[in-house]
């Protein structure tokens, strides 16, 4: 290493990267401060692990720079960067044995036997995989062999460590448990964590910073508490999950609120911040989950008039222990959902195809970015959770 | 890394019971039966077609013979004429240099080929087609792609023509053709495919983050290529090595074509014998020759576990 105790801050400066015709990455600049636990995280092929890559190595950017600690890594091989990477089918040598594989590191830089094999057990301790050492990989459970790629990478004292989609590979008890790990290994080493993942709840959980991404750039750069509260635009709400997104055309604008009309004839209100939307204008806006009343509507009556009242029929839902997950048909395309308290919900039980008016407060309403009459792309996976 | 030790107690409990099904012994009986209702066709064929044939190679081979007849019996002087002459050492000993020098030959090209098809031609349509181009030769027949060596190697041939026309050479060289070089070099063509082959079998298994891998951690181009391609390979390698030596080893047109008639094989010396009608000697000499033929496959099956590549 030729900095080893030096910072992790990783930039990346107008990056490009472009395979032929295709361009997997745009233009994009992204610094992560030292010591940080990001989180890249967008649908397959928005250029996440493309990003990965390039900072450890594996990839060249066809324009911009990519630096560590300040320097610029281009052209450096990977033990100069500092970097080390935990891949995603984890890339253990299947010939040979735990403790070889975690040691492999030092016998390429020309330790000797016993002195590599000695560092690789105290690792393999700590793991507590010290009585597979001798074993061989393909003999290890898939947690066992994930704790065996992250010795491996740490052995090193990497500065940064990458891992493209660390968790994937595991089933939902083990992911679980082990992505509070990994956030405590990056806690007690202090070092920067760069994490590829294309789970929402995953990157919220683990990460200090998120990154969203779509088709090569980025949506928005933010702390896991803002991408969750208060997401960009259409695109980040939608992939991110937890949020609805609305939308209306200006009425007209009073007291820092606009008043719009939803497509399907609801009277919206959204705090606009100072902004100054014109009438006419197609505005966006996004509203918690879990910041929505829903009430049965009677039937016969009349749907009722005001500001922040949508109706629309129950089209699913999903108990999830601590609330209740309701999906409301408005009669768009549009997905909407609402988090409602357990207790609140079991007092009086909706059922599918129930008639409901959702209220919301408009303080809650969080305003987006999204052009006049701009169709924000649709997140191309499994979006919502 | 003493950071990990809080972290171990965390990763320990969050690993799964290592899997340890206890083996279910009516299944494995069905398993067995079924396997040996499926390898009965071959070992049918193999019995009525390899085995039999060979029962009688071995019964003749202690036959007496005169001039026109082989006359059954049972004696050993097949076997005895064989050990004391000297021509059969000479001729193991051709067989053999030919086997190493054509095996080495053929390996370092066919391991080379295997990794450049699977390591840097990264589409698939053009390892597809690369593949196809090194099937060419095959689509004629050996004696055609022998003979036509001739004109290319001989001695007022293409290549010393060429070679004196660019001033490298005053006279036509002479070893290039009906020499030892030039069985080697009808070899190599011949059976360089043999080799690539089962090593791109066993390369293309190898998971491409695996060398990612051992250069994150270092690896140079020939560490790489020593600590991962290499052991991962071993298997096609011995498949490969199989394929050439028996082959080689097996073989008299290539050597009696290529030399001229200078150098003979084991199988060479045979089959004057049978042309000769000299059937009891020839049925010991192949004898002889399937034992020693064996033994080798036997050591490189020894030095690697190639069920590992066959049950992939």
Same mark, same amino acid.
């Given at each position: 290493?030729?900095?080893?105790?030096?910072?992790?801050?990783?930039?990346?400066?107008?990056?490009?990267?472009?395979?032929?015709?295709?361009?997997?990455?745009?233009?994009?600049?992204?610094?992560?401060?030292?010591?940080?636990?990001?989180?890249?995280?967008?649908?397959?092929?928005?250029?996440?692990?493309?990003?990965?890559?390039?900072?450890? =190595?594996?990839?060249?950017?066809?324009?911009?720079?990519?630096?560590?600690?300040?320097?610029?890594?281009?052209?450096?091989?990977?033990?100069?960067?500092?970097?080390?990477?935990?891949?995603?089918?984890?890339?253990?040598?299947?010939?040979?044995?735990?403790?070889?594989?975690?040691?492999?590191?030092?016998?390429?830089?020309?330790?000797?036997?016993?002195?590599?094999?000695?560092?690789?057990?105290?690792?393999?301790?700590?793991?507590?995989?010290?009585?597979?050492?001798?074993?061989?990989?393909?003999?290890?459970?898939?947690?066992?062999?994930?704790?065996?790629?992250?010795?491996?990478?740490?052995?090193?004292?990497?500065?940064?460590?990458?891992?493209?989609?660390?968790?994937?590979?595991?089933?939902?008890?083990?992911?679980?448990?082990?992505?509070?790990?990994?956030?405590?290994?990056?806690?007690?080493?202090?070092?920067?964590?760069?994490?590829?993942?294309?789970?929402?709840?995953?990157?919220?959980?683990?990460?200090?910073?998120?990154?969203?991404?779509?088709? =090569?750039?980025?949506?928005?750069?933010?702390?896991?508490?803002?991408?969750?509260?208060?997401?960009?635009?259409?695109?980040?709400?939608?992939?991110?999950?937890?949020?609805?997104?609305?939308? =209306?055309?200006?009425?007209?604008?009073?007291?820092?609120?606009?008043?719009?009309?939803?497509?399907?004839?609801?009277?919206?209100?959204?705090?606009?911040?100072?902004?100054?939307?014109?009438? =006419?204008?197609?505005?966006?806006?996004?509203?918690?989950?879990?910041?929505?009343?829903?009430?049965?509507?009677?039937?016969?009556?009349?749907?009722?008039?005001?500001?922040?009242?949508?109706?629309?029929?129950?089209?699913?839902?999903?108990?999830?222990?601590?609330?209740?997950?309701?999906?409301?048909?408005?009669?768009?395309?549009?997905?909407?959902?609402?988090?409602?308290?357990?207790?609140?919900?079991?007092?009086?039980?909706?059922?599918?195809?129930?008639?409901?008016?959702?209220?919301?407060?408009?303080?809650?309403?969080?305003?987006?970015?999204?052009?006049?009459?701009?169709?924000?792309?649709?997140?191309?996976?499994?979006?919502?959770? | 890394?003493?950071?990990?030790?809080?972290?171990?107690?965390?990763?320990?409990?969050?690993?799964?019971?290592?899997?340890?099904?206890?083996?279910?012994?009516?299944?494995?009986?069905?398993?067995?039966?079924?396997?040996?209702?499926?390898?009965?066709?071959?070992?049918?064929?193999?019995?009525?077609?390899?085995?039999?044939?060979?029962?009688?190679?071995?019964?003749?081979?202690?036959?007496?013979?005169?001039?026109?007849?082989?006359?059954?019996?049972?004696?050993?002087?097949?076997?005895?004429?064989?050990?004391?002459?000297?021509?059969?050492?000479?001729?193991?000993?051709?067989?053999?240099?030919?086997?190493?020098?054509?095996?080495?030959?053929?390996?370092?090209?066919?391991?080379?080929?295997?990794?450049?098809?699977?390591?840097?031609?990264?589409?698939?349509?053009?390892?597809?087609?690369?593949?196809?181009?090194?099937?060419?030769?095959?689509?004629?027949?050996?004696?055609?792609?022998?003979?036509?060596?001739?004109?290319?190697?001989?001695?007022?041939?293409?290549?010393?023509?060429?070679?004196?026309?660019?001033?490298?050479?005053?006279?036509?060289?002479?070893?290039?053709?009906?020499?030892?070089?030039?069985?080697?070099?009808?070899?190599?063509?011949?059976?360089?495919?043999?080799?690539?082959?089962?090593?791109?079998?066993?390369?293309?298994?190898?998971?491409?983050?695996?060398?990612?891998?051992?250069?994150?951690?270092?690896?140079?181009?020939?560490?790489?290529?020593?600590?991962?391609?290499?052991?991962?390979?071993?298997?096609?390698?011995?498949?490969?090595?199989?394929?050439?030596?028996?082959?080689?080893?097996?073989?008299?047109?290539?050597?009696?074509?290529?030399?001229?008639?200078?150098?003979?094989?084991?199988?060479?010396?045979?089959?004057?014998?049978?042309?000769?009608?000299?059937?009891?000697?020839?049925?010991?000499?192949?004898?002889?020759?399937?034992?020693?033929?064996?033994?080798?496959?036997?050591?490189?099956?020894?030095?690697?576990?190639?069920?590992?590549?066959?049950?992939?």
């Amino acid at each position: 290493m030729a900095n080893p105790d030096g910072s992790g801050e990783v930039a990346v400066v107008g990056v490009t990267k472009r395979y032929g015709e295709t361009v997997a990455v745009k233009d994009l600049s992204l610094t992560i401060p030292h010591g940080a636990y990001c989180c890249l995280l967008g649908p397959s092929g928005c250029g996440k692990t493309t990003i990965l890559r390039m900072i450890a =190595g594996h990839e060249m950017p066809s324009k911009g720079d990519i630096r560590i600690g300040g320097t610029s890594v281009l052209g450096l091989p990977q033990i100069k960067r500092g970097t080390a990477m935990m891949f995603q089918s984890y890339a253990l040598f299947p010939h040979r044995s735990v403790l070889d594989n975690v040691a492999f590191a030092l016998k390429m830089r020309g330790a000797g036997l016993s002195e590599r094999h000695a560092t690789a057990r105290e690792l393999l301790a700590k793991v507590q995989l010290e009585k597979f050492a001798n074993r061989l990989p393909p003999q290890l459970s898939g947690g066992q062999q994930q704790r065996v790629a992250l010795a491996r990478a740490l052995i090193t004292n990497p500065r940064v460590l990458l891992l493209d989609e660390p968790l994937s590979a595991l089933d939902e008890y083990l992911r679980l448990r082990m992505r509070g790990e990994l956030r405590r290994v990056q806690k007690e080493l202090g070092i920067t964590f760069i994490h590829v993942t294309h789970t929402q709840l995953e990157a919220i959980a683990v990460a200090d910073m998120v990154v969203v991404m779509a088709n =090569g750039h980025i949506e928005q750069a933010a702390s896991a508490r803002d991408i969750f509260v208060a997401p960009r635009n259409a695109y980040v709400t939608r992939f991110v999950g937890g949020q609805n997104v609305l939308c =209306g055309v200006v009425e007209g604008v009073s007291d820092g609120t606009a008043v719009l009309t939803s497509r399907q004839g609801a009277r919206l209100a959204f705090p606009i911040d100072g902004r100054q939307p014109a009438r =006419g204008a197609e505005l966006y806006g996004s509203i918690r989950r879990d910041r929505i009343a829903i009430e049965k509507l009677p039937a016969g009556s009349l749907p009722p008039n005001e500001l922040n009242a949508i109706v629309g029929e129950v089209h699913t839902i999903e108990n999830q222990g601590s609330y209740v997950k309701v999906t409301i048909d408005l009669g768009d395309e549009e997905e909407f959902v609402a988090h409602m308290v357990d207790d609140e919900f079991f007092r009086d039980p909706l059922d599918i195809g129930d008639r409901v008016v959702a209220r919301w407060s408009a303080s809650d309403v969080n305003l987006l970015d999204d052009g006049l009459n701009v169709r924000p792309a649709m997140p191309m996976a499994a979006a919502a959770s | 890394m003493t950071i990990l030790d809080s972290t171990a107690s965390g990763l320990a409990a969050a690993a799964e019971p290592a899997a340890a099904e206890a083996a279910d012994e009516h299944a494995i009986n069905t398993g067995e039966l079924a396997s040996w209702f499926q390898i009965t066709p071959l070992m049918i064929i193999l019995a009525l077609f390899f085995g039999l044939p060979m029962l009688v190679v071995l019964a003749v081979s202690f036959f007496d013979f005169d001039r026109s007849d082989i006359i059954p019996a049972f004696i050993f002087d097949n076997y005895t004429d064989l050990f004391r002459s000297e021509v059969t050492l000479r001729l193991y000993l051709s067989s053999l240099k030919f086997a190493a020098i054509v095996w080495a030959v053929t390996l370092i090209l066919g391991f080379n080929i295997a990794y450049f098809l699977v390591f840097h031609v990264r589409s698939l349509l053009w390892q597809i087609g690369l593949f196809l181009i090194c099937t060419v030769p095959f689509l004629t027949s050996n004696i055609i792609r022998m003979i036509s060596w001739i004109p290319f190697l001989g001695r007022n041939g293409i290549f010393n023509q060429a070679l004196e026309g660019a001033g490298i050479v005053n006279q036509p060289l002479e070893f290039l053709l009906f020499s030892d070089f030039a069985v080697v070099v009808a070899y190599v063509h011949l059976f360089t495919l043999f080799m690539v082959v089962p090593i791109f079998n066993s390369m293309a298994r190898i998971d491409k983050s695996l060398l990612e891998a051992a250069r994150d951690a270092g690896a140079g181009r020939f560490r790489v290529v020593a600590e991962i391609v290499l052991p991962l390979s071993k298997t096609g390698i011995a498949l490969g090595s199989i394929f050439v030596v028996t082959l080689v080893m097996g073989d008299s047109f290539v050597v009696r074509t290529m030399s001229g008639g200078q150098s003979a094989s084991v199988v060479s010396a045979l089959q004057n014998e049978v042309a000769a009608l000299q059937y009891p000697p020839a049925a010991a000499s192949a004898i002889i020759m399937v034992i020693i033929v064996t033994l080798m496959v036997a050591g490189i099956l020894r030095l690697v576990d190639v069920r590992k590549e066959l049950a992939g």
